[in-house]
């Protein structure tokens, strides 16, 4: 069997799988204090003979083989998080082979191989809610250098009507500061799966996803590009990305048909754990 953990900032995901990645159990566990959160973990694992694990977790994480830090949670908002050795805690309670990356590297491995983009050869993934990140995968493999793609933190020009702040606690008004769940809930004093099709907060929103949509595109040309996450669940949010996109872009580059270039999630919420679930089959190997 292999296991899998999809580590996100409010909650974790752990499942187990048959080598075909038939899901057989899966658990949802509240993200609290690592050493409680840990203990429901390995309690659910413990049931199973497991081959191999993989994790994706929230970030910023190190991915640097080298480094003395390796599998480690690093300057995460997250407080209690910060500094945690999570890949060596799972490896000194299972001695088996552990495939390591970011929660959104995970989604975009899980797209890619089973869902929106499979059978293409790259895919740029971006989670919008309770932050934005994003994950990508080029030419077949999963992007990363010294250290991991960071997407959400990418700085956007600001929307002519925005005054906002910014509610990231590192850089205030980038990406995930002025268009995460949490800076639309502060900004309009209500959150986003409440907020009206007409509301204003739609425009706004498209303009900073379309500006980094535009970015990812000039910097990575990737075959499509994948939007999912809590906020992505307003059906009509992508279209006026869309729509804003091409507007920015003004046929600078020559791409795919827009609906197959910017598109929804094949898998759903289930990207980040089928993605790990292949992070752990990929450690048979």
């Known amino acids: 069997m292999i296991g899998a953990i999809e580590a996100g900032g409010t909650k974790f995901v752990c499942a187990v799988s048959d080598n075909s990645l038939n899901i057989i159990e899966r658990v949802t566990i509240p993200t609290t204090h690592p050493e409680e959160t840990f203990d429901s973990i390995f309690n ?4 199973y003979e497991l081959k191999a694990i993989g994790i994706g977790s929230f970030g910023p994480i190190n991915v640097n083989r080298q480094s003395e830090t390796y599998g480690y949670i690093t300057s995460t908002p997250k407080k209690l998080w910060r500094n945690i050795d999570f890949l060596g805690t799972v490896k000194r309670r299972y001695n088996i082979p552990i495939g390591w990356n970011t929660d959104v590297n ?27 990140g994003g994950g990508a995968v080029v030419n077949q493999e999963l992007l990363t250098g010294f250290g991991h793609p960071e997407m959400g933190h990418l700085l956007v020009p600001r929307h002519k009507k925005d005054t906002y702040k910014g509610v990231c606690d590192y850089h205030k008004d980038c ?8 800076a639309i809930e502060e900004r309009f004093g209500i959150r986003a799966k409440n907020l009206p099709e007409e509301h204003e ?15 990812y595109t000039l910097i990575l040309s990737p075959d499509c590009i994948i939007f999912g996450g809590g906020v992505m669940n307003q059906k009509h949010l992508l279209d006026l990305i869309k729509v804003k996109f091409l507007e920015l872009l003004n046929d600078y580059v020559n791409l795919p048909p827009i609906d197959e270039y910017i598109i929804p999630t094949g898998l759903g919420s289930d990207s980040g754990i089928v993605g790990s679930l292949l992070l752990g089959k990929s450690q048979l190997k």
């Open 106 to 132: 995970a989604s975009a491995l899980g797209e890619i191989t089973l869902g929106a983009a499979k059978g293409k050869s790259s895919c740029v993934y971006i989670t919008v809610g309770t932050g934005i």
């Open 175 to 182: 990406l995930e500061g002025l268009a995460s769940g949490p």
């Open 201 to 215: 907060a739609w425009e706004i929103e498209a303009h900073y996803l379309a500006h980094a949509a535009m970015a």
């Open 44 to 47: 659910f694992f413990d049931q």
